[in-house]
Structures are given as C-alpha cells and as structure tokens.
C-alpha cells in the first residue's frame, strides 16, 4: 500500500524516473544492441547478466527468470519440494513469498518475527518444526539480512533447505556475507522499483550448487533437457529473463553499490533528524543493509499519514495485512489442492507491527534535504 502523493514541494516516495534518468543514454544503445542482433530471449545479454550477477552475489551460478516469485517457486520445484511439505514462511513479507510456496503444492507455514527487526524470528521458526517440514524462507525484508548464523543452524540441525528470499535485499550484507550467498538458493526480483531494478518484470535464482541451477534452468525453459531442445525430461514451464531486461540490468547493475551507498546515507539522515516518537526499524550488529524501504513504527499511524500526504509527501504500508491473516490464503491452498486448511493463529509481533509500520519515501535520488523535510511534517503531525 503506498500514496503516490507528488507536489511539487513534496518528496515523492519513489521517483523511478529520476532513478532511471542518468542512465538513458546506455539504455537507448542496449536497445538498439538487442534490435541489431534479433535475439529477444535469451541471446548474450542474458548469459551476461547471469555470469555478472552470479560474481556480484559470491555464488556460482544465477538463472534468470521472468519474476521474483517464480524464482522462489522455480527454487522450490527444483528442490523436489511441493505436496505433502510445509515450508516455514515469516508471516511478515509480501505475499509473493507464500504464492510461491502454494503454487507448488507445498503448504506454507507461517511464523511470527523479530520485534525490533521484523524479520522472522529465529525462536519461532525452531518452534514450527515438525516431520513434514521441507524448507526455511529466510526473508532479507526492507533491505536487512536475516543473520545468517541462527537461522542457517536450525536448517543444518535439521536437515531443512534453507532459501533466502532477497527480492528486497540486492547487495546487502551481514558480515562481509552478500544476499543470496548464504542459503543453497536465492530467489531475486527485479520489479522496476526495486534496489537493481528492470524497466518491466524479471527475476533471478543464485546457487552455487551446479546441478540445482541445471535442474532449476530447466524447469524454467519447459523442462527442456540440457543436449536437446525437443526433449523434455522434467515437468517444466516458461519462466525466462527476457534479452533486453538482461541487457538494461547489466547496464545498471556497476551502479548498484553506489545506488546502496546514497540509501544509507539517507537513513543515517532519517536517524539523526526523525522525531522520537518515530523508530525506525533495528539494525542487526554486523549487518549492512541495502535500504530498500525506509521503516519506521509509530502509535499514531493514520493522523501522521494524514500529514504526509496534506504537505505532499509519499508513503507506504509493508505491509498492512500480514500473511497468515489475508483472505487470499484459503484459495491459495484451494487452487493447489493442499490438504490441510490455512491454520488459524495469532503472530503477536507482526498483528502489531502492521499497525505501527510506516514506510518513508526512500531511494537512490532522495536528497537530505528531501529527508529533513519529511522529518519536519512528521515533527509537526507529533507536536
Ligand atoms: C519479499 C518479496 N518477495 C517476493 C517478491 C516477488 O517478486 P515479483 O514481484 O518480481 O514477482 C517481492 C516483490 O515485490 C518481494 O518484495
């Protein structure tokens, strides 16, 4: 949920097309490159990005794939993870997390999250356990890694897949560790609005173990078998990285740690100058985030929205329902014929963080000035 709310003496909440702007003239020449050749999927382009992405990442491989959630649902199929499964799911992400997991067959099992981080709770996920657990989605939610070392334990422990889910996270870290690094797979989005964003839909799986990108590029390209285009060994889909997508990702992806760089020096700026009655969420010792959302919690949510959107500025809610409560989820288990209805349950931490959250504009072209003038409104919607 976001106000799209933009005057001109108001701060946008994203405005992609500052974003994009810098970079007109390289994407101008990747068309005219991607017309010239006449490939339009697959094609170089796309075999670079891939092999550009996989290095910037520190794993192996990176298969592209048309969108953020097929490259969870593509990570679980190849996984052989799907009907009589549960994976354990934080109840506090966007809703593609959870599509995923149902859209193989497996059921998702939701738990609650940290109270100062609102990323899923190590403590919880141990709890969730049981015989018909298959995998863990360690979500890197606004931007912040999930820390690596608890969350990777409970899945050694017990013999789960761990999964990250990085659809916020492009470039951050925990401890020299980058995003998508950690687990035996990671699934990317490249929705235009996010840290490394396409100018239409795409996505992306890293994995450093070999023969799961093969089976996972795959299952992508219709189960086509590596030798022979007309044989098909697996139960496949089309889910592919488009040329151009891949060209115009390349052509942003050098800028990206810059692009990362001028969101934390907005937040270090939200964090000097915010009201006290606003707190943004914690930042994990170790941890270097990409600032994909700028979040804070407050009592007053509606009054303090209210003010924003009066002086013209945009905000957002992520998110305002979380999972284990949207109605969505009863057909979701319907349409993939899951066994077991969605249980009923109370996640304390996150039912009250979705009433607290507020998302402040952020991006790689939001200005300190920009950030202070949001603060003022916010200091005269709390005085
Ligand atoms: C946490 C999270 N997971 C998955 C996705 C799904 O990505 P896409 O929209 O590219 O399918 C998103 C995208 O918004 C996301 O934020």
């Not at 950690?182 to 989005?189: D, E, M, N, P």
């Not at 002086?311 to 969505?328: D, L, R, S, T």
Request: hydrophobic letters at 45%; aromatic letters at 4%; one cysteine or more.
């Amino acid at each position: 949920m976001t106000s799209g709310a933009n005057r001109p003496s108001g701060v946008p909440f994203l405005d992609l097309g500052s974003v994009n702007n810098g970079l007109r003239e390289e994407f101008d020449l990747a068309w005219k490159t991607v017309l010239d050749h006449g490939h339009f999927v697959g094609g170089p382009e796309v075999e670079r990005f891939e092999r550009e992405f996989a290095t910037y990442c520190g794993t192996k491989a990176c298969i592209g794939v048309a969108n953020g959630t097929d490259a969870l649902e593509l990570i679980l199929r190849g996984l052989r993870i799907g009907r009589g499964d549960e994976v354990i799911v934080p109840t506090n992400t966007f809703i593609a997390t959870a599509e995923a997991v149902c859209a193989t067959g497996a059921r998702p099992r939701f738990v609650d999250v940290c109270p100062d981080t609102l990323l899923i709770d190590p403590g919880a996920t141990a709890a969730a356990i049981n015989s018909s657990t298959a995998a863990i989605i360690a979500v890197h939610l606004y931007g912040q890694m999930v820390d690596p070392e608890p969350i990777s334990a409970i899945a050694a422990a017990h013999g789960l897949a761990l999964i990250e889910d990085a659809a916020q996270a492009h470039g951050a870290q925990h401890q020299g560790r980058r995003a998508g690094s950690v687990g035996i797979a990671a699934g990317f989005s490249f929705y235009p609005g996010k840290n490394l964003g396409a100018l239409g839909d795409g996505g992306a799986v890293v994995t450093s173990d070999l023969a799961l990108a093969d089976r996972i590029r795959s299952i992508a390209n219709h189960g086509r078998a590596a030798a022979d285009r007309y044989l098909h060994d697996l139960a496949g889909r089309n889910s592919r990285l488009d040329t151009l997508q891949a060209a115009l990702l390349s052509t942003k992806l050098p800028w990206l740690d810059a692009g990362n760089a001028r969101r934390a020096a907005a937040m270090a700026a939200y964090r000097m100058m915010l009201p006290q009655r606003c707190t943004p969420v914690s930042v994990q010792p170790g941890a270097e985030p990409a600032y994909h959302l700028a979040i804070i919690q407050v009592e007053d949510r509606p009054e303090i929205s209210d003010a924003l959107t009066a002086a013209g500025i945009g905000w957002g809610v992520h998110y305002p329902i979380p999972c284990h409560q949207q109605p969505a989820l009863a057909t979701l288990h319907e349409r993939a014929s899951i066994a077991q209805k969605p249980i009923a349950q109370k996640l304390p931490v996150a039912e009250r963080a979705a009433s607290r959250i507020l998302s402040l504009p952020m991006s790689p072209v939001l200005t300190i000035e920009q950030v202070a003038r949001v603060c003022d409104v916010l200091g005269g919607a709390l005085s």
